[in-house]
């Protein structure tokens, strides 16, 4: 009996930077490791300077295996994407690219797409519907939801059909996986079939990302002996609320102590940085993406970790970086409404602190209680570590996805 033939279609794969690509790379391997035939439809890396680390030959397409898995590389139009043009561009690009990627690979059994339809929408159509093989759809932030409650898009015509787009991938899916109850909420709303969507949390490789000593290269590196650092790492976007943050750092500049450390790309860091040299906040420090290899030890330089959402952001978007920074052993403060899945999660694994958005007094206040108490912070990462190895480790996605596939490819062949 042949393997079931999976085929993925993500923007970002390793060694890309981009949010998605750690899950998606982890995913495609273990599903290898468990007997599947695994093909990735991808962009060349890309994604915060990622280019650089790819030493392959380049052109529109490539393909080559890596641990297992077939991994076929397309062009992606990769202009600064500040303008609407650019961000359409690079969307349609990857779009036209990947589905021709797509279309090369063996016929699969499965389709697993990453969400939204704009990058992954034109190859399900042309693989998956008229082919009539079963796709997955996963969905880590809800559209247009949070494009509206962040103000980028208004509640009219854009909005609508962009979620018409959503609806229609919802309705011709076999599957749509999404991160949390809350999230499966919102789409019953929108009259998704509660039996078609599947509740699979991002999880962690927590035997790649643990406790690991503070004392570290990466700490030595940037200069970061005897400071008691708070780390940001992640997106610097517009779903964070990173004013506060500079607002909290203000507070605490008169503490030699305390160093905040902003650790990724986004379109808001330009902007960032300026308020930071405006204002002279020499306890601000901003570092680019850290190649993957290098994570732990990034979060082990963190005396307190950052988890930031706009208030308007309650059950659209997880960032998954609370997952990575429960599994380093490290205590969370996050900066997110109450209501929250990360609000929620914090309260029932007693792993970190959670302040309101646009606090700034409150957000300080949280750091100096956990610079000031040695004993409260190593419980919180603690228990933190445990309840992630417990409830959230890579291997438990990763056999929800197996059964999912292996269930919908009998169906399918029956």
Known sequence: MRPTRVLVVTPQYAPDFGPSAPIYTALCEDLHAMGCD?????????????????????G???????????????YVYRVPRSSTWGRLLYHASFNVFATIAALRATKPDVVLADAPSLWSGLPLFVHAIFPRVPFIYTVHDIYPDVLIRLGVVRDG??????DRVERFFYARSAKVSVLTPGFKENLVRK????????????CVDVDFVRPLPADNEVRRE?????RFVVLYAGNIGMSQDLDTLLDAARLLAGDPRVVFVLVGEGPRKAELEARVR???LGNVRF???????RVPLLYATADVALVSLKREIVTESVPSKT??????????VATVDPRTEVGSLLEQARCGLCVDPGDARALADAILRLERDDALRADMGARGRAFVVENYSRQVASRSYLELIRGLAKVAAS
């Open 38 to 58: 695994v093909t990735v439809a991808t962009a060349f890396p890309h994604y915060a300077g990622a280019e650089r680390r790819w030493e392959g030959p380049r």
């Open 287 to 293: 570092s680019p993406f850290l190649p993957r290899e």
């Open 323 to 332: 997952y990575t920074i429960m599994a380093s052993g490290r205590p969370i």
């Open 222 to 226: 940037m200069g970061l002996e005897g």
């Open 191 to 202: 009259r998704v079939p509660p039996d078609k969507i599947a509740v699979i949390p991002a």
């Open 157 to 162: 015509v854009l909005a609508s059909a962009i």
């Open 60 to 74: 529109l397409f490539v393909s080559r295996e890596q641990n297992g898995v077939k991994v076929t590389r397309s």
């Open 278 to 280: 405006a204002d002279g």
